[in-house]
């Protein structure tokens, strides 16, 4: 149980252009879902956290017109990255919280996304 | 603020030497910590868990008990495989505090050589 999903898997695109990244929760309804980036050899950094329904909060130094995150329904956040530049390039990972008081967090496999 | 410190990698061991990696956190109140396991090209894996003190999280052969006194949770195995090589982080979450964002440590990579 706790699967997460993402697509794509990896994507390249050119400078200019808008990506959209979904994240989904298969076999559990996600209130909250969080959006990371991570770099080569670095921990995780996080972006945004998504609640469904409502709009996502973002981190310090995050551009939230960038970073589009859309959450409608509670088991599915998406993250659209607007007018991509090759600085964009990254590895972002989405969690999904499981409902309880431990906050367990279960993670997706990544979307590798590369601008040329 | 909160924050989880672990000892840089990376570190090498043979196949069936002892594992310790240290991780220590900064808390001001009671966290949950996490371990996570990433293997090449992938997500994060939730390895273990302790929700309080002296509670002890295990899963495949890993262990970590969570020491209040020291603020600590250190990952250990008795005897690592090729097939643990991987990058560990640890994380705390405080729930009722900042969304119940994790906070992770800057992750340890493992390589075991047969």
């Known amino acids: 149980g706790a699967v997460v999903s993402q697509h794509p898997s990896w994507v390249i695109c050119k400078s200019g252009t808008s990506v959209k990244i979904e994240c989904r929760s298969l076999?559990?309804?996600?209130?909250?879902m969080f959006w990371y980036r991570q770099f080569p050899k670095q921990s995780l950094m996080l972006m945004a956290t998504s609640n469904e329904g409502s709009k996502a909060t973002y981190e310090q130094g995050v551009e939230k017109d960038k970073f589009l995150i859309n959450h409608a329904s509670l088991t599915l956040s998406t993250l659209t990255v607007t007018s991509a530049h090759p600085e964009d390039s990254s590895f972002y990972i989405c969690?999904?919280?499981?409902?309880?008081?431990?906050?367990?967090?279960?993670f997706g496999p990544g979307t590798r996304l590369t601008v040329t | 603020g909160d924050s989880v410190t672990q000892m840089e990698g990376p570190v090498t061991l043979s196949e069936e030497a002892f594992l310790t990696i240290n991780c220590t956190y900064t808390a001001t109140g009671y966290p949950s910590l996490f371990w996570y396991v990433q293997y090449p090209g992938e997500g994060l894996q939730l390895l273990l868990k302790a929700t309080k003190a002296d509670d002890k999280g295990s899963n495949k052969g890993f262990e970590a008990t969570y020491r209040k006194e020291t603020t600590s949770f250190h990952l250990e195995k008795g005897s690592v495989q090729v097939s643990d090589s991987a990058v560990y982080f640890c994380a705390l979450s405080m729930i009722y505090n900042q969304g119940g964002k994790l906070i992770f440590g800057q992750g340890t990579e493992l390589s075991v050589k047969p």
């Open positions: 969690s999904a919280r499981l409902s309880g008081p431990v906050n367990e967090q279960y």
């Open positions: 076999d559990f309804q996600a209130t909250t």
